[in-house]
């Protein structure tokens, strides 16, 4: 009796225990009718009021950063999720953004066709860089991953009859239902409309028994084999739908900047991205938005400090150069995390959270 009263006790802002019966109550995504509509308050506060308030260069950074978050959710689920290592993401970034490119001005191609083909081409080109992990691991399997990187951005670059070199490609305005799609508030709508769905895939991918088997590996490969895994098949689709989510969003970003060169493809992309997971949190999918936010305002910051401190006469006189400035911050950020707080900024969110449930007890 007490049990079921407990139960029906709904809504109900913290459960008072565990009496979950199913897995079902096990695997939901919320425990409570207070975070579903904590949720939805947010969304509605995001998409009722940031586009008409905020001014276009913070939609643009805003925009960023969901593109950015989209493909950082993918790579969370290839390290974080199932402990593979790659530093290729930013080339699969670029290859998911010259897919888009290629399929709208050759083929002709509609908007909501080309990015999740693109997402779909990039997963193909991710599960070739894949097989390494089959036979290596660690350190060897991020070298593979790096020469990953190296070859895509030869290909990129001197594959010139398909992706014009250096000379870049210019995308027609993407139409929804006949609706061109222009500008950075238009442009808002779309990109957080499709970081929810792909955070509510991501999330429910990994509920599933292929994200339990990813969490396996990830802790021991072996034992998993012991299991039944087949580890090697599950390597390559977590590296197939990591590949996915990077393409979608390189598409989704080369149509919002209308115009894309090979040149932001490179290993510093790449390990943005590793920035982005590790400062957020590896293995949590609130973790990789917070890295995104985190490293986007991050940039954001650094191109303005580096502009004044060069204007700075003392500095200029000592003959400092500021152009490494971005990359010595970010190692400095990545190193401080690892040091201080592993688990990233989920973590910290967690604890924020925890302490608010426990105030005013809390001390």
Known sequence: SRLKECKMKKPSFHPCGNFRESYAEELAVFDTWFGRVSLLVFL???????????DRYLLYILNNIGIMAI???????????????????????????YAGAILA????????????????ITAMVGMI?????????????????????FIIEYVLIQWESLTKGT???TLPEPQILGVNIAGDKAFFFLIFACLVAMTWFAVNIMRSKFGRAFVAIRDNDRAAEGMGIPIFRYKLLSFAISSFYAGFAGALWAY??????????????????????????????????????FITVLNEVLRFATGALMNVGWIAGLGLNMAP???????????????????????????VRSSFRLWPFSY
């Open 44 to 54: 509605i506060l995001l998409f009722g009021l940031a586009p008409f308030i905020l």
């Open 71 to 97: 493909a950082a959710i993918g790579l969370n689920i290839l390290i974080g999720y199932t402990g593979q290592i790659s530093l290729g993401h930013g080339a699969f970034f670029g290859v998911g953004a």
């Open 105 to 120: 001005t050759r083929l002709n191609l509609p908007f909501f066709v080309c990015i999740p083909a693109a997402g779909l």
């Open 129 to 149: 860089f894949g097989i390494p992990s089959g036979r290596l691991k660690g350190l060897y399997l991020t070298i593979a991953t790096l020469a990953g990187q």
């Open 167 to 169: 000379m870049g490609i």
């Open 256 to 293: 919002y900047m209308v115009s894309i060169t090979t040149e932001p493809f490179n290993l510093a992309l790449s390990v943005e991205f590793i920035a982005m997971v590790i400062i957020g949190g590896m293995g949590s999918m609130p973790g990789a938005i917070f890295g995104a936010t």
């Open 325 to 351: 400035l971005r990359e010595f911050v970010f190692g400095l950020a990545i190193v401080l995390f690892i040091l201080l707080e592993p688990k990233g900024l989920a973590e910290l969110w967690r604890i």
